[in-house]
């Protein structure tokens, strides 16, 4: 018995309905509940970091977990931004020993231009030992990321300008002009960051920190949370140290006022030929999405999408009404007179 629900009817009503429809698609319903169940199993913290840091904005580490807050936000404010220069290389495979030869011009650009600055380039070794010494809770996170060198690189250039100060640089970027007129375009600044549109977030290849500055703290604080899982390898490197996890810190960020955007990094810095090996199948689908398709073409194929599927169901409707209405459709035999059905459509 179907029971034609109305909006003034009692709640037990509606209620013993929905019973009835669940009953009745109760094999659908197991399967989409074990589905459901096993998606959050996975990634039900996932979504729960990412609401987090990215939709509400609900940064519970700042306030409570100030493992590397060592100075206060008036002292943060006060304090120079050192003239280090930071670049990073982990050896981990031979193709990277080639990579490193190939772009050392671009390093000499950085020692070149910037003659009264001191140029660190921190290797392997080097990162473990201060990380082990200085940042022994982040050690147990680095050392799990033994085969994923993107993470390992990203979490060296967070700590490397955290307990010194400068400038990081990738290896791959070419230093245009003296980091002094980067100084002066910052002013009292004492973070510059650069967003990045390709393929979206707040560029981690170059920026610009003092020592033990309080947004660095921070995006030392959060790597932990971070470490959850996402849909592909890219996503994970995006969001977990790279482009996407700045991205987030700086949404919780509490004094946002302090940072400096630039407004062209290009002044500054070349990175035409910046190299994208870490890029795998799933980066290059996602840089062409992201980069090749607007957003007024991403609501067309919505609207397609839900066009066809109305259309769909309208035709399913019809063809009920059509066989329906065949059924129901009589005429009489002239000869004997006796009904009988007709089949021709209406």
Known sequence: MKIRLKPNHHPLILLRAAHARVKTHSRLVTVVSVLLGIFLLIYGKT???????????????????????????????????????????????????????????????????????????????????????SYPSIAPLYKRYRNVWQARADIARYVVVHYMGGIYADIDITCRRSMNELFK????????????????????????????????????DGLQDADVLYFTPFLNSMFRTGPMYMLGRYLNYPHQEDIYFLQSSRLYI?????????????????????????????????????????????LRIRAKLVKKSRKQVQFFDRRRMMPIIEEDAL
């Open 47 to 133: 979504i729960f970091h990412v609401t987090r840091e990215f939709l509400t904005h609900s940064n519970f580490n700042f306030n409570l977990c100030k493992r590397f807050h060592q100075m206060t936000h008036v002292e943060t404010r006060r304090s120079a931004i050192p003239k280090n220069i930071h670049q990073v290389f982990l050896n981990v495979s031979n193709n990277r020993v080639e990579f490193f030869n190939e772009y050392e011009p671009y390093r000499r650009t950085w020692q070149d231009k910037n003659p009264g600055f001191k140029y660190i380039l921190w290797n392997e070794s080097m990162i473990e030992d201060l990380i082990n010494t």
């Open 185 to 220: 375009e910052i002013g009292d600044k004492r973070v510059a960051l650069n967003y990045t549109y390709n393929p979206f977030g707040i560029a981690n290849d170059f920026f610009v920190a003092s020592k033990n500055h309080e947004f660095m703290a921070h995006v030392l």
């Open 270 to 314: 070349s990175s035409e030929r910046s190299n994208k090996s870490w890029h795998g199948v799933d980066g290059y689908i996602i840089a062409i999405i992201w980069n090749g398709v607007d957003s007024l073409q991403i609501i067309s194929i919505i609207l397609l999408i839900i066009f066809i599927v109305r259309l769909n169901k309208l």
